[in-house]
C-alpha cells in the first residue's frame, strides 16, 4: 500500500475523532489538542490510536502516545513511521 | 424535629420504561393496563427457551447523543435519562453550584443496579475473542462497574456529598432510594437522586435465569405471560429501563418553592438468611422488614391505602409477600388497594425498585392506584385485594403507599410515602 499524504492522515484522522468523539471533521485541525479542544480523554486517545494504527498501517507504542498532543503531532508522527 | 431528623420529600420523577420513554407516559401506560411485553426478535433469540422481554419503548440512542452513548453501558445510558428529566421535574435548570440550583457539597447520588453492565462485558468478551487483545474497548471497565450509573448522574449534576451504589438484586432499586432517604434525614444531604435501572436483555443473562425455571417460557402469548397473584403464573418476564427520583429535605424544598409530589416517610429492611435465591416460603423476613419499617417511622397501618406488590409472578414470591402483609397488618390489609405493575412493565431486576417508586409516587399524587393485568383467575392463596383490570381510586385524607421489593440472596426492602 502506497504512504498516505499529509492531507490524506489528517482528514482520516478527522473521520476517526468525529466517530470517537462526534467533533465535526472540518473542526479537527493540525493545532488542536485531542483533550483540551476536540473532547478525546485519555481513554477515548486509546481508540483513536488503534482506529489510527489500523487505518494507516503504523504502530504506535504506548509509550509514543503520551507525546502525541494535538492532532498536528498525530500526522507527524504517523507520516514518519507508516510502513510502505 | 432536630439536625439529624429531616423530614424527606419526593419533588421530581424520572423514567425509561417498557411502557414509555418518560413517567407521564409510563403512568399513562399503566393506567391503561398496557403490556410492554414483546417477543425477542433478534437471531440470538430463536435457541432460546425463552424467547419474550420487556424492551424499552424508546431507545436511549434516540435521547443522547452518539459520542456520549458509547462511552456509557445501556444501564447508565437509562439512568442518565430518568435522571435528566426528574431533575428538571424538580425544578432544577443547572448543575449543583449554579444558580437557583443545589450546592454541590449538599448533593448525592444513588443509583442501583443488580446486575450492572453485563451487556457491555460480554459484548468486550466477543471482541477479544474474535478480534483480539488491542480492539477491546478502554471505555470497558468503566463501562461495566455496577456503580457505573450512579458515578456518571453524579458527575452530570455536580454531586459531591457522595455518589453510592447499594447491591442487593432486585432489591437494589428500593435499596438505593431507602438509602438516598437516610442520608437527607441524618443531614448528609439536601438533595439526592436516587432509583434503579438495568439493562440485562441479552442471551446469557436469559439462558441463566430460564435454567434456573425462574421465568415464564409463554413465548405464544408474550403480553400475558406476566401475569402475578393469577393461578397460571409461571415466572417473571424480564424487562429492562430506568426509574429515578429527586429526593430532598422538605425545608431545601420549601426554601425554593419546589413542587412536592409526598412525603418520603423511610424504610423497613431485613434479610431471609433462607436460601440463596428461593424465597422463605412463610415471608418471615418479608414480614420483618414491614415490622421494621413500622417501628422505625411513625407510619400507621390504618393510613396505608395501596401497595405497589414485589409480585414478580413467581409462584412462591407471590404468595409469601401477601402472607406477610397479612401477618403484620391483619385486617388493615383489606383497605389496601394491592398493584402489580411487573403484570404490564416485566421485571425490571434493580431498576423494579425505581420505576415502581415513581408508579408509587404518582399514585399518591392522582389518588390513583393502577391496575394488575392478566388476572384471569386470582389464586385463592391472594388474600388481599388486588386491583384488577382497571385503575381504582384512592381515598380522600392523608394517605400512604408501600413500594416492596425482594432480592436474590433473601434481600427485602420496603419503602413507606405519604401524602403532604
Given amino acids: 500500500m502506497a504512504a498516505n499524504t499529509k492531507e490524506e492522515i489528517l482528514t482520516g484522522l478527522a473521520e476517526i475523532v468525529n466517530e470517537i468523539a462526534g467533533i465535526p471533521t472540518e473542526d479537527v485541525e493540525l493545532d488542536k489538542s485531542f483533550t483540551d479542544d476536540l473532547d478525546v480523554d485519555s481513554l477515548s486517545m486509546v481508540e483513536v490510536v488503534v482506529a489510527a494504527e489500523e487505518r494507516f498501517s503504523v504502530k504506535i507504542p504506548d509509550d509514543d502516545v503520551k507525546n502525541l498532543k494535538t492532532v498536528g503531532d498525530a500526522v507527524s508522527y504517523i507520516l514518519e513511521h507508516q510502513e510502505d | ?420
Fill in chain 2, 1 to 420: 424535629m432536630n439536625a439529624t431528623n429531616h423530614t424527606v420529600v419526593v419533588t421530581g420523577i424520572g423514567a425509561t420504561t417498557p411502557l414509555g420513554g418518560d413517567s407521564a407516559s409510563t403512568w399513562e401506560g399503566l393506567l391503561a393496563g398496557r403490556s410492554g411485553v414483546g417477543h425477542l426478535t433478534e437471531d440470538w433469540a430463536a435457541q432460546l427457551p425463552v424467547r419474550i422481554a420487556a424492551r424499552v419503548a424508546v431507545e436511549p440512542e434516540e435521547v443522547i447523543p452518539r459520542p456520549r452513548a458509547r462511552k456509557m453501558d445501556r444501564s447508565a445510558q437509562f439512568a442518565l435519562i430518568a435522571a435528566l428529566e426528574a431533575w428538571a421535574d424538580a425544578g432544577f435548570t443547572g448543575k449543583a453550584g449554579e444558580e437557583g440550583s443545589v450546592a454541590p457539597e449538599r448533593l448525592g447520588t444513588v443509583v442501583a443496579s443488580g446486575i450492572g453492565g453485563v451487556t457491555t462485558l460480554l459484548g468486550q468478551y466477543d471482541v477479544l475473542r474474535d478480534q483480539g487483545v488491542r480492539k477491546v474497548s478502554p471505555h470497558t471497565v468503566p463501562m461495566l462497574m455496577p456503580n457505573s450509573p450512579s458515578a456518571n448522574v453524579g458527575i452530570e449534576f455536580n454531586a459531591r456529598a457522595g455518589v453510592h451504589t447499594p447491591v442487593s438484586a432486585c432489591a437494589s432499586g428500593n435499596e438505593a432510594i431507602g438509602y438516598a432517604v437516610e442520608m437527607i434525614r441524618t443531614g448528609r444531604a439536601d438533595v439526592v437522586v436516587a432509583g434503579g435501572t438495568e439493562a440485562a436483555i441479552h442471551p446469557l443473562p436469559i439462558a441463566a435465569f430460564a435454567n434456573m425455571m425462574a421465568m415464564s417460557k409463554n413465548n405464544d402469548d408474550p403480553q400475558g405471560a406476566s401475569r402475578p397473584f393469577d393461578v397460571d403464573r409461571n415466572g417473571f418476564v424480564l424487562g429492562e429501563g430506568a426509574g429515578i427520583v429527586v429526593l430532598e429535605s422538605a425545608e431545601h424544598a420549601a426554601a425554593r418553592g419546589a413542587r412536592v409530589y409526598c412525603e418520603a416517610v423511610g424504610q423497613g429492611l431485613s434479610a431471609d438468611a433462607h436460601h440463596i435465591v428461593q424465597p422463605e416460603p412463610t415471608g418471615r423476613g418479608i414480614s420483618a422488614a414491614l415490622t421494621n419499617l413500622l417501628a422505625l417511622t411513625d407510619l400507621k397501618p390504618a393510613e396505608v391505602v395501596h401497595v405497589n406488590a414485589h409480585a414478580t409472578s413467581t409462584p412462591q414470591g407471590d404468595v409469601a409477600e401477601v402472607k406477610a402483609l397479612r401477618g403484620v397488618f391483619g385486617d388493615d390489609v383489606d383497605h389496601m388497594a394491592i398493584s402489580a405493575t411487573k403484570s404490564m412493565t416485566g421485571h425490571l431486576l434493580g431498576g423494579a425498585g425505581g420505576i415502581e417508586t415513581v408508579a408509587s409516587v404518582l399514585a399518591l399524587y392522582h389518588r390513583v392506584a393502577p391496575p394488575t393485568i392478566n388476572v384471569d383467575n386470582l389464586d385463592p392463596a391472594i388474600d388481599a385485594d388486588v386491583v384488577l383490570d382497571k385503575p381504582r381510586e384512592l381515598p380522600a385524607g392523608p394517605i400512604a403507599a408501600l413500594n416492596n421489593s425482594f432480592g436474590f440472596g433473601g434481600h427485602n426492602v420496603v419503602l413507606a410515602f405519604r401524602t403532604i
